[in-house]
């Protein structure tokens, strides 16, 4: 069964209920005010009868025993109704009939003289002579507290009923007929109402036949509840598309990353494998060279060597960091001690990289102390990839500066470099994989393009973040948001899990500025 036909059977059978216990409840309302109003009628007829014939007979038991059959109804004998009466005596026989009643039995009660009797009146009871529906009640006759019999009054209820046969016919046409309206209003609606679905369900096999993702779904209305699926749909696509064009780049950029150590590799193979073909003739200086050519391609295929295990050990952490197993070791972390090993070690890095030592100048900007929730080794891995870019992208003469604040329930610690800058362009891409804003000179620079994306991994399994301000020419810095372990409890900082924040731009009590 469809979500569209359950929707309309639901909305048919509650509007049909609903109206059927309206019909009901008039139904019954109005059949007890015609039973209380023709109650009401027949007993004060009833007793105005019953006094009327006492009159007849001034009283005098022996005049009502004699002259019974000559009494006379004023009310029922002057008007013409459907109203007729008969008189009774003390045994039930009937005496005397109204005219009007012609010859229609009318049964009594069973309870009818036992309350005679008892000088109480009959209760109203209903019954049916010759296709006829008739109303009875019954009063008793007592003259000088001598029970002499009673006056029955009959009353016709034909019309009321045919009247309310009539109604009720007409409750259960309108009933039936507006039942039937509420299905086709309620297929319409759920027709409409659903309609989006239909649209995702089309775009969605579009995808399948086509394997187009470009396919979105026109959004009319965002703030109803299919409007809103309709539009997480579209987001999903989105996230779904770009996964996909990620991982074609992502295969694109192993591919070449890969092609070239391979290549350079076998290259050096190559050679190794022709020098050990060649005869050993020309002398001791051939041997010489051989030797140095031997160590020199044994060293770049060391290299290489290193350069793709390195890689492949990157692609492996940034692969269980998106399936959510990267290991993180919780603990309480002392960052300003961090950072300071981080300093240190710069030193290290810039000898590397340019040479020697004093290539570049390494400062320490502010120190605050500072205490957070996370894993040691992981932290100071972040802030080595960020220290090392900084010593690679940096010209001799150039100045790195670390510092570290606490800002409103946040560690702020900041890697700053007076280098060549990101462009506003890149600075939106270069937290994913394989990018890199000068290919030939990272390469050169030994950079394979996965640094800033673990690092930015890493931050968001902290629930941190790094975010980036850079100018060309001038240089760049680069902040690593930690949420500060507070001593009490305080209120939750705001969860920055998986969000990346790159470009020049600042949160509240942070100013950003180029390096």
Do not use: C
């Not at 810039?350 to 100048?361: P, Y």
């Amino acid at each position: 069964m469809t979500i569209r036909l359950r929707l309309t059977l639901w909305y048919t059978a509650l509007l049909g209920i609903t109206l059927i216990l309206f019909s009901v409840t008039v139904y019954s309302a109005l059949t007890a005010n015609v039973r209380f109003q023709l109650e009401q009628s027949a007993a004060l007829q009833a007793r105005n009868i019953a006094s009327a014939v006492v009159q007849q007979f001034q009283g005098d038991v022996v005049v009502f025993r004699n002259r019974a059959d000559n009494v006379f109804f004023p009310q029922v004998e002057l008007f013409a109704s459907s109203v007729g009466a008969q008189l009774l005596d003390i045994d039930g026989n009937v005496l005397k009939r109204s005219e009007n009643l012609g010859d229609i039995p009318i049964p009594h009660h069973a309870e009818t003289m036992p309350h005679i009797h008892a000088r109480k009146d009959d209760r109203f009871y209903y019954v049916t002579s010759e296709g006829a529906a008739f109303l009875v009640y019954t009063v008793p006759l007592v003259v000088n507290d001598e029970l002499m019999g009673a006056v029955q009054l009959i009353q016709s209820v034909t019309t009321a009923l045919t009247a309310l046969t009539q109604v009720n016919r007409y409750l259960i046409l309108g009933t039936t007929i507006s039942i039937l309206l509420a299905a086709i209003v309620g297929a319409f609606l759920a027709r409409r109402a659903l309609a989006p679905i239909d649209t995702i369900t089309e775009t969605a096999n579009a995808i399948t036949r086509t394997r187009d993702l470009g396919n979105r779904i026109d959004i009319r209305d965002n703030a109803s509840e299919v409007g809103r699926l309709a539009a997480t749909f579209n987001e999903k696509l989105d996230r779904i598309q770009r996964l996909f064009q990620a991982q074609e780049r992502l295969i694109g950029d192993v591919s070449h990353e890969l092609r070239t150590p391979l290549t350079t590799i076998q290259g050096n193979i190559e050679l190794l494998q022709r020098m050990a073909a060649s005869p050993s003739g020309g002398g001791a200086l051939r041997l010489e060279t051989a030797a140095e050519l031997f160590k020199e391609s044994l060293g770049e295929v060391q290299a290489e060597s290193e350069r793709m295990n390195k890689m492949i050990g990157d692609l492996l952490l940034l692969a269980q960091a998106d399936s959510g197993a990267l290991q993180i070791q919780m603990a309480v972390v002392e960052m300003d001690t961090v950072l300071l090993e981080v300093y240190r070690q710069t030193r290290r890095l810039v000898e590397h990289h340019k040479g020697r030592a004093d290539a570049l100048e390494i400062r320490l900007g502010s120190e605050d102390q500072a205490l957070v929730r996370g894993d040691r080794d992981r932290l100071r891995q972040v802030l080595v990839n960020l220290a090392e870019n900084a010593v690679k992208y940096t010209h001799e003469g150039g100045v790195v500066t670390f510092s570290l604040e606490n800002q409103t329930g946040w560690v702020l610690i900041s890697v700053a470099d007076t280098g060549i800058g990101i462009s506003a362009e890149q600075q939106a891409l270069i937290f994913d994989r394989f990018y890199r804003s000068d290919k030939a000179r990272s390469r050169e620079l030994g950079g394979s393009g996965l640094g800033l994306s673990i690092a930015q991994r890493i931050a968001h399994a902290h629930n941190g973040k790094i975010t980036v301000s850079s100018q060309v020419g001038v240089g760049s810095t680069f902040t690593l948001w930690l949420p500060e372990l507070q001593e009490t409890p305080s209120e939750t900082p705001i969860n920055l899990k998986h969000t990346v924040i790159a470009g020049t731009q600042s949160l509240p009590g942070h100013n950003s500025t180029a390096a």
